[in-house]
């Protein structure tokens, strides 16, 4: 059980943003979103300890891997909460019982954030008929361009990119570049990225060969 502190507001942004606003902040960022609660404990701007839940996602993460997937949203409900040099032990205690404390190398943002090509998303969300972008791992969303339920698409990608990977497998047809869906209202395409994976949704009238060649620039650029 967490100390209760002092409410200092709500915030609605990136985990990251928080560094900017207070980078020697001391206390608890309790987080959450639909279907979900979660907080960060942080000390003198430093974060020690995290955990998220989310039972309608099958989510129930904690330290490394909690800070993580918190710190890769792009946009989290937060209220920040003071902690004295007492709570801050009392809180600190009961994350290490709980086993949500963070290790120094957890503290760190995911490298894969950090290897995404933005100006090479930009260039596939400007190509005629591109409704967005969005790069994934795991079913979740790292980065995006233009409109859409990101978690959604996401998710369904991820899906799609394991069958689709298993048959090429099966039939001996080589490594898997790129998966193609095409409806009468829109195209969905979906590509490995590296570490990471690419889904680009479409309007039906999009050009395909100019989308498929802009994704075929980040797959050999992957940097």
Known sequence: MLPDGISLGRLQG????????????TGAVRISE??????????????????????????LLSGDEAYRYLFDRPSLESEL????????????????EAGCLITEGGA????????VNTSCLDQIARQPGVVAVSVFHEGFALQSL????FEQVAAVSE???????????DMEMG?????????PTGKLIIAPYGDLSLCILAKPDANLGLIRLSIRGMQDNPG
Request: charged content about 20%.
């Open 14 to 25: 990136p985990l990251s943003a928080l560094a900017s606003i207070s980078p020697h902040f």
């Open 34 to 59: 639909t279907g979900g609660t979660g907080f960060v404990l942080i000390q003198a701007g430093k974060p020690y300890a995290s955990a998220f839940e989310n039972r309608s996602k099958g989510l």
């Open 81 to 96: 909460i003071a902690y004295t040099a007492g709570e801050t032990e009392v809180a600190r205690e009961a994350s290490r």
């Open 108 to 115: 760190k943002p995911s490298s894969r954030i950090g290897s």
């Open 146 to 149: 233009g409109s859409g339920d």
């Open 159 to 169: 899906d799609l990119l394991r069958a689709g990977t298993r048959i090429t497998g």
């Open 175 to 183: 490594g898997l570049s790129q998966i193609i869906l095409e409806t």
